[in-house]
């Protein structure tokens, strides 16, 4: 079964305005959330991460939330950058050790 | 600094030949990870190792892979007997101790092609 769901496979947004990228995890014991920004014939690169005792982390643009009851997170960029049109993965740990995965989001933003 | 580095970047392999994928992780970093990503797909995990010690292989799919990092540094996957449903990019991550945070850094990834 997939710990780590990403539902919205794309999202396209216009240039300035908010981009929401949403993932939902199934897992309790997870402690630590991270996203992660891939671009084509390259690693995922790190963005920016939450430990479960958190409910917000911001890091400029990048602002994420984790709702623990509802076992729900997700990532605000604002504002929105053609540079930002990437894949986006979330991912979960529990004590450091290996990450699981979503399927990814494909972010389109458009001048 | 010097991030992960993986080669070779690209491998076209013959179904039932062997192959080795290599990873240079983050100088320093304790724990290194592989990792196999299909089309479309998140990243799976596939082992762990902290230091020379591989604590978790639950991951591979099956006794055809192997991996090793015999002296806590440079890490090695390797295939046997390629079938055509290992085509997939196989990523490599490194990390150091975790707390209080769990970032893993990966490489550019190994794009492996079985025909």
């Known amino acids: 079964d997939q710990q780590v769901k990403q539902n919205s496979p794309s999202l396209s947004v216009q240039e300035g305005r908010i981009s929401i990228l949403n993932c939902d995890y199934t897992n309790s014991m997870f402690d630590y959330f991270l996203w992660y920004k891939k671009y084509p014939a390259e690693g995922p690169t790190f963005l920016i991460s939450?430990?479960?005792?958190?409910d917000k982390n911001e890091d400029g643009r990048f602002t994420v939330f984790l709702n623990k009851s509802a076992k729900h997170l997700s990532l605000h960029i604002v504002p929105s950058q053609p540079g930002d049109s990437a894949v986006y993965f979330c991912a979960a740990t529990q004590a450091g050790n290996m990450l699981t995965f979503g399927g990814g989001t494909r972010l389109m933003v458009k001048p | 600094g010097a991030g992960v580095s993986q080669s070779p970047r690209y491998k076209v392999a013959k179904r039932g030949q062997d192959v080795a994928l290599r990873c240079d992780p983050i100088s320093g970093h304790v724990s290194l990870f592989w990792y196999q990503q299909a089309l479309g797909q998140g990243p799976e995990f596939l082992t762990y190792f902290q230091n020379e010690a591989q604590l978790d292989k639950s991951g591979l799919p099956s006794d055809r892979f192997f991996a090793e990092r015999p002296e806590g540094s440079v890490s090695t996957l390797k295939i046997q007997r390629t079938q055509q449903e290992d085509s997939a990019v196989y990523l490599c991550a490194s990390s150091t101790e975790g707390v209080p945070t769990y970032e893993q850094y990966f490489g550019p990834g190994t794009r492996l092609t079985v025909t």
């Open positions: 939450i430990s479960s005792i958190k």
